[in-house]
Structures are given as C-alpha cells and as structure tokens.
C-alpha cells in the first residue's frame, strides 16, 4: 500500500526506469522525451505514460519541468515512485515497461491490469 501525496486516477501502459530522473535537463518540457545522456530511458517519451522511477534527482526547477510538460500536453499520466512524488511507498521492481498500470492515489494502491 502507497501513500497518497497528488490526489486523482489514471490507467496507461508503464514506462519504468530503475534509476532516478531528473527532470531539468534531463526530460525535455516540449516534448516529453528523456534527453539525460546515458540515462536507460533516453530517447524515450513519458507522454500518456505511467512513469515509474525510484525517486527524483538534482533541484527543485525539476517541478517547473513537470509543470511545463503538462501545460504542452506531453506530461505523463501519473507518477509512481519508491520516494515522493504523487503516489509513493510502492515496490516498484514489480513494473516493467510495457504493463499497463492502475494508479489510484487517494487508495494509494499501483496495480497491473
């Protein structure tokens, strides 16, 4: 069971990385591609993804990046991490790209369906 740190639900096929993210400078806010250089998602996009990450790195300005993919329209559809953000607490080693994930955070559960 997670904990519920964003409210809201969503379904979509898992996008899964086993190592952290950084948004800024890492995920591009116009398209949604990972651009991080060496990063195992990169040239992938999280656009209409449930993206599954350990946990965040770098600054704070990452929130910005987030922000900015939603408002293009290229964010993912929920987040899911071991640590903070949106729905946290939750093993992700069970994820792998490709499932298509239910996310409801006010139940803080993460299922495959």
Excluded: W
């Excluded at 993804?49 to 408002?71: A, C, D, H, Q």
């Excluded at 093993?91 to 499932?99: A, H, K, R, V, Y």
């Amino acid at each position: 069971m997670g904990r519920m740190i964003s409210p809201g639900k969503a379904e979509g096929e898992a996008i899964v990385s086993p190592e952290p993210i950084g948004f800024y400078g890492g995920i591009d806010p116009k398209t949604g591609m990972v651009i991080e250089k060496g990063h195992p998602l990169e040239g992938k996009t999280v656009t209409g993804k449930i993206l599954v990450f350990p946990r965040g790195k770098g600054s704070t300005v990452g929130s910005y990046v987030i922000y900015g993919l939603e408002k293009n329209g290229v964010g993912p559809r929920a987040i899911v991490n071991e640590e903070i953000p949106c729905v946290d607490h939750i093993d992700i080693s069970q994820f792998e790209t490709g499932n298509r994930l239910k996310v409801d955070a006010e139940k803080g559960t993460v299922e495959k369906v």
